[in-house]
């Protein structure tokens, strides 16, 4: 069938609008068309493109727009959300390798817990096993401080539980995952715990049924917690717990290429298929590419990449090579590029940059279903502070029925498709259900 917008053939048009609600889409898809009526309808790339178009404005224009340059966009611009809610009054539990209180999150974090250990209270220092959990707890939660709230998470204000699962060698089991979800079980009233957010695997491709991680996920569902999984990044691989339960939401990646643009979007390979027990994962897609995430403080990486910029910062070239021959032989750069020309120096510098995938000296650019997920729990905590009465189910069931489909990409890649924020809120106005119930409140 062929979009009466663009004259371009689709698999499928939309035709159910809201006359209130859409107004603003409504009246951008007739500016294309005089004589256009949504019983028409019109493609999904006509109508994201109508959606950016009525509420992107000064606010939302920017000049990071360009990954070459390694100036990315912040998440909810490209995900084409504004939006009232911030996740306030939500506790999300993030379950991974290991944390670091960084400043993005550091004023809401209720408890950090070492459960790899036998020592539950041991101190969580910044080491190599920080590194995972931090980014993707930023990417859900953080606030942006420091980068003067540019890279917020959606969830900016939720309240966190950080469960460390990795032990000293950097290995995370199938009993420890499972250890963590049952104290999130144990502790969620304490805590008010809505949302689990884990971004690891398990090792062993089983059944649901007899899986521990799967049974214990099982528990949270039915305790009232949203359990939000990354599908994985290979591929070809089996998908392995927490992916493969039927009682989490199962995310998978998409490449929206860093653009404002819906019809750039394309596919992220990540794990999809049929499970064991034979149920469709991924549930949805969401951004796994091109995601700002915090360079972790107090390590050699972080130090080194204030260097950087401080060196691409500085204009006058004999200061340049000043700092430069101090900062060498400390941070193990070529003491050679002193007898180099200054562009050459700039160069080398702005090729560091680019290689450590940096943004600013706090920031660097992610990629894996490990950062899609949390963007999904950080909605899923705007849903929860717009609708608190909102049960597990029925969040997964908007989010699968507001998202939209990718085209030439097949359901089993993708799911539902990709998640749409700015549909799944304005859905809340006409779901509060009298048989939904809070669980703990």
């Known amino acids: 069938m062929y979009c009466p917008i663009c004259q371009q053939e689709h698999q499928r048009l939309l035709h159910h609008f809201d006359l209130e609600l859409d107004a603003p889409i409504l009246e951008k898809l007739k500016g294309e068309l005089p004589h256009w009526q949504p019983i028409q309808g019109a493609c999904t790339r006509c109508v994201d493109q109508a959606q950016l178009e009525s509420w992107a404005g000064p606010k939302f224009t920017s000049a990071y727009t360009s990954k070459d340059g390694y100036k990315i966009l912040p998440i909810a611009q490209r995900l084409q959300l504004s939006s009232e809610y911030t996740g306030k009054g939500v506790t999300i539990c993030f379950i991974d390798s290991g944390f670091y209180p960084h400043p993005d999150i550091r004023d809401r974090i209720l408890c950090m817990e070492d459960l790899s250990s ?74 008010k715990i809505r949302i689990l957010n884990l971004s690891v695997t398990d ?20 305790a009232g917690m949203v359990v939000v999984v990354a599908a994985g990044n290979d591929e070809n691989a089996l998908l392995k717990a927490p992916a493969n339960s039927p009682h989490a939401i199962t995310v998978g990646g998409l490449d929206d290429h860093n653009t404002l643009h819906p019809s750039d979007n394309s596919w992220y390979p990540s794990t999809y298929g049929t499970t064991v027990d034979g149920f469709q994962k991924p549930d949805l897609i969401a951004p796994a590419i091109w995601i700002p995430a915090p360079v972790l403080p107090g390590t050699a990486a972080h130090e080194q990449a204030m260097v950087l910029f401080e060196l691409a910062n500085t204009p006058d070239p004999q200061y340049l090579k000043a700092k430069y ?29 680019s290689q450590r995938k940096l943004i600013t000296p706090h920031y660097q650019h992610a990629d894996g279903t490990s950062f899609a997920a949390p963007i999904v729990s950080g909605l899923i905590a705007q849903m929860l502070e717009a609708n608190p009465l909102l049960n597990p189910t029925k969040v997964k069931e908007i989010l699968c ?41």
């Open 203 to 222: 090792d062993w491709a089983t059944s649901y049924r007899i899986n521990a991680v799967d049974q214990a996920i099982q528990k949270a569902q039915r």
């Open 401 to 441: 029925r507001t998202a939209r489909k990718l085209p030439l990409v097949s359901d089993e890649r993708q799911g539902a498709g990709v998640v749409h924020p700015a549909n799944a809120l304005k859905n809340l106005r006409r779901t509060a259900s009298p048989n939904a119930s809070i669980y703990f409140f």
């Open 118 to 191: 036998d020592n539950p209270h041991s101190p969580l220092l910044p080491d190599t096993n920080s590194w995972h959990g931090t980014m993707t707890s930023v990417v859900g939660a953080g606030n942006g401080s420091l980068s003067n709230g540019r890279y917020q998470g959606l969830a900016p204000a939720a309240k966190l539980v950080l469960l460390k699962v990795a032990d000293e060698q950097g290995k995370i089991s199938g009993q420890n995952i499972a250890k963590a979800i049952h104290w999130a079980i144990e502790n969620q009233k304490r805590y």
């Open 325 to 353: 021959s101090n900062f060498a032989a400390k941070h193990g750069l070529s003491t050679h590029l002193l007898q180099q020309q200054i562009e050459q120096i700039r160069e080398t510098i702005a090729t560091e940059i």
